[in-house]
T-cell receptor
Framework: RKEVEQDPGPFNVPEGATVAFNCTYSNSASQSFFWYRQDCRKEPKLLMSVYSSGNEDGRFTAQLNRASQYISLLIRDSKLSDSATYLCVGRIYNQGGKLIFGQGTELSVKP | DVKVTQSSRYLVKRTGEKVFLECVQDMDHENMFWYRQDPGLGLRLIYFSYDVKMKEKGDIPEGYSVSREKKERFSLILESASTNQTSMYLC?????????????FGEGSWLTVV
């Protein structure tokens, strides 16, 4: 079983739609979680950190449920520019701070 | 502006060649990482280093070695390149801080082994 698992998609949605990505993790030593965005043939870039209390950044909302070992990302009012691959990431601090990546969920927003 | 630089962006090497991928960061970060990314498999950790001359194996270290002689430089070495090492390689660096996210990626090195 992968340490961080995501639905690979692709998710094809129209502009303006709301889309939700889910992620589960198996390593309870993972202490911090993030969502990264990766455009085609580019490096991943941080989208947002994920907190147990839930956090919002504009159209993006992230949530962490430690009891269920579950992370989510909600994108409201999708834009064409949101088309990318979204990576769920856990960070394990007692192992040198290494990042554990999910395989990514591909999002395609259509006009 | 903070920077992680991978000097070789696109390489084509022959099977059996020794390949060096260099990564330099200018942020005085303790931790550095090498990942490879393949379609359907995501990013997988090859090696990481949390201090000069220190290294730890990641999830897929076979066929690779690393060198960290200076804090700012972390090199990935393919002793004898094979076609299954064709991939995109990403270097990253970070502080060891618990809170927040201070992880930066290089732009990636696309390696083709023929």
């Amino acid at each position: 079983r992968k340490e961080v698992e995501q639905d690979p998609g692709p998710f094809n949605v129209p502009e303006g739609a709301t889309v939700a990505f889910n992620c589960t993790y198996s390593n309870s030593a993972s202490q911090s979680f993030f969502w990264y965005r990766q455009d085609c043939r580019k490096e991943p870039k941080l989208l947002m950190s994920v907190y147990s209390s839930g956090n919002e950044d504009g159209r993006f909302t992230a949530q962490l449920n430690r009891a269920s070992q579950y992370i989510s990302l909600l994108i409201r009012d999708s834009k064409l520019s949101d088309s990318a691959t979204y990576l769920c990431v856990g960070r394990i601090y007692n192992q040198g701070g290494k990042l554990i990546f999910g395989q990514g969920t591909e999002l395609s927003v259509k006009p | 502006d903070v920077k992680v630089t991978q000097s070789s962006r696109y390489l084509v090497k022959r099977t059996g060649e020794k390949v060096f991928l260099e990564c330099v960061q200018d942020m005085d970060h303790e931790n550095m990482f090498w990942y490879r990314q393949d379609p359907g498999l995501g990013l997988r950790l090859i090696y990481f280093s949390y201090d000069v001359k220190m290294k730890e194996k990641g999830d897929i270290p076979e066929g690779y070695s690393v060198s960290r002689e200076k804090k700012e430089r972390f090199s990935l070495i393919l002793e004898s390149a094979s076609t299954n090492q064709t991939s995109m390689y990403l270097c990253a660096s970070s502080t060891p801080q618990v809170s927040g996210n201070t992880i930066y990626f290089g732009e990636g090195s696309w390696l083709t082994v023929v």
